[in-house]
């Protein structure tokens, strides 16, 4: 029985972040590496390592991910 294996990290230029709207935590699928999250005044709120990031201690916004292989966008709302 086959396996079915994601290719890319990025679909159409954007990384696949879910869940998006976030609410505290978001995942980046088939990656694991340096994250930075930015705001819209591209100040940089967050740094981490890994494939997830906790969003709790940021306010509500949309915000910018980057990673080595791309960048997405993210809404954040509680």
Same mark, same amino acid.
């Given at each position: 029985? =086959? @396996?079915? /294996? #994601? %290719?890319?990290?990025? $679909?159409?230029?954007?990384? $696949?972040?879910y =869940?998006?709207?976030?609410?505290? #935590?978001?995942? $980046?699928?088939?990656?694991?590496?340096? $994250? !930075? /999250?930015?705001?819209?005044? &591209?100040?940089?709120?967050? %740094? +981490?390592?890994?494939? !997830?990031?906790? @969003? &709790? #201690?940021?306010?509500?916004? @949309?915000?910018? /991910? %980057? +990673?080595? /292989?791309?960048i997405? %966008?993210?809404?954040?709302?509680?």
């Open positions: 029985m =086959p @396996l079915s /294996v #994601e %290719k890319n990290l990025i $679909i159409n230029g954007k990384l $696949i972040i =869940p998006n709207p976030a609410s505290n #935590e978001i995942y $980046i699928k088939n990656y694991f590496g340096p $994250i !930075s /999250v930015f705001d819209q005044l &591209s100040r940089n709120c967050l %740094k +981490t390592e890994g494939n !997830s990031v906790d @969003l &709790s #201690e940021l306010p509500n916004g @949309l915000y910018l /991910v %980057k +990673t080595s /292989v791309g997405g %966008k993210i809404i954040l709302n509680r």
